[in-house]
């Protein structure tokens, strides 16, 4: 991702440019402790030559950030991503501009005071699926129907 403001021009088609809405706002006055949380918001676009391509891969980053494991990776972080809007086409001057666009709004919730190193953080996809769960009951007069067999997908 690069910046959108400093961009003059890209040559290597697709790129992802990113454009601070509200680079942070504490969600709390009355936070405690030497760990503030923040709200930030990004404008989160995604070029390409072909309107098409940029429309299929900012969809793709758009469902990407809704998916469990990438949602690991940023809470390991202590980063949430938390409202997304919809993707919309986003080019300028489309008739006669090579540069498609498409692209849409996030929210983070940031909670700062942390430092990593990347050996800290684990980029591996563990796409660990819960077959199936089962409750039984041991409180006395609880009622609890124990053939109830939930799949996650």
């Not at 709390?28 to 309107?51: M, R």
């Not at 498609?100 to 684990?122: A, H, R, T």
Request: aromatic content about 10%.
């Amino acid at each position: 991702m690069i910046e959108q403001n400093s961009i003059d021009e890209m040559e290597d088609y697709p790129f992802v440019t990113i454009n601070w809405i509200d680079p942070g706002t504490l969600t709390t006055v009355d936070w405690l402790g030497e760990h503030k949380q923040y709200l930030c918001s990004l404008q989160i676009d995604v070029h390409a030559t072909q309107s098409i391509e940029a429309l299929q891969l900012s969809d793709k980053l758009f469902n990407a950030l809704h998916e469990d494991a990438y949602r690991r990776f940023f809470k390991q972080a202590h980063i949430l991503p938390e409202s997304i809007t919809n993707t919309s086409n986003r080019t300028a001057l489309s008739g006669i501009n090579y540069d498609q666009d498409f692209g849409f709004d996030c929210s983070f919730s940031i909670v700062s005071g942390y430092v990593y190193q990347p050996q800290d953080l684990n980029f591996d996809v563990d796409d660990s699926v819960i077959e199936s769960v089962e409750a039984k009951s041991k409180t006395v007069g609880s009622n609890i129907n124990s053939d109830i067999n939930v799949k996650n997908q």
